[in-house]
């Protein structure tokens, strides 16, 4: 009985691998600008505008050197299943705080400091952010995001 047992439990380990693979995915490449400079560093964050559930694939990026980003969804640079998004950006600057605001947090000799975002919060939330962009399969390249402050 055991053997059948254990035969059982190893075929319910496979069977989540079979199946459907999930969406499709696009490679999908794209450019973030901000005053027409690269915004190096920034995050950016597609949010589907027809799938609230938290189980939502979202694919997001680093923005690179010349501006230029790859989206991810599941493995790195793997793209996006087509549809209409809601970007969010968020631009993290690091502000150093003084030494002794750091030493009095407790913080004696630690690099401490606030995080803010370049952009004032403005694109960070998909309920107010106003970039909007659409993946189409076939595409591979989205329409440059420019940013003006």
């Given at each position: 009985?055991?053997?059948?047992?254990?035969?059982?439990?190893?075929?319910?380990?496979?069977?989540?691998?079979?199946?459907?693979?999930?969406?499709?995915?696009?490679?999908?490449?794209?450019?973030?600008?901000?005053?027409?400079?690269?915004?190096?560093?920034?995050?950016?964050?597609f949010h589907p505008v027809n799938d609230n559930r938290v189980s939502a694939i979202r694919p997001s990026a680093e923005v690179q050197e010349d501006g230029s980003f790859s989206l991810t969804s599941i493995k790195p640079r793997d793209g996006a299943?087509?549809?209409?998004?809601?970007?969010?950006?968020?631009?993290?600057?690091?502000?150093?705080?003084?030494?002794?605001?750091?030493?009095?947090?407790?913080?004696?000799?630690?690099?401490?400091?606030?995080?803010?975002?370049?952009?004032?919060d403005r694109y960070r939330n998909a309920g107010s952010s106003t970039i909007r962009r659409k993946i189409t399969l076939g595409t591979g390249q989205i329409e440059r995001i420019d940013i003006q402050q």
């Open positions: 009985m055991r053997p059948a047992f254990m035969w059982f439990m190893g075929v319910l380990l496979v069977l989540p691998g079979c199946g459907t693979s999930g969406p499709k995915l696009q490679p999908v490449r794209g450019e973030l600008f901000v005053n027409k400079q690269p915004a190096k560093g920034a995050l950016v964050v299943p087509e549809g209409d998004y809601v970007v969010t950006v968020s631009w993290p600057v690091q502000k150093a705080t003084s030494m002794a605001a750091i030493k009095g947090m407790g913080g004696e000799g630690e690099s401490k400091g606030a995080t803010t975002d370049r952009l004032g």
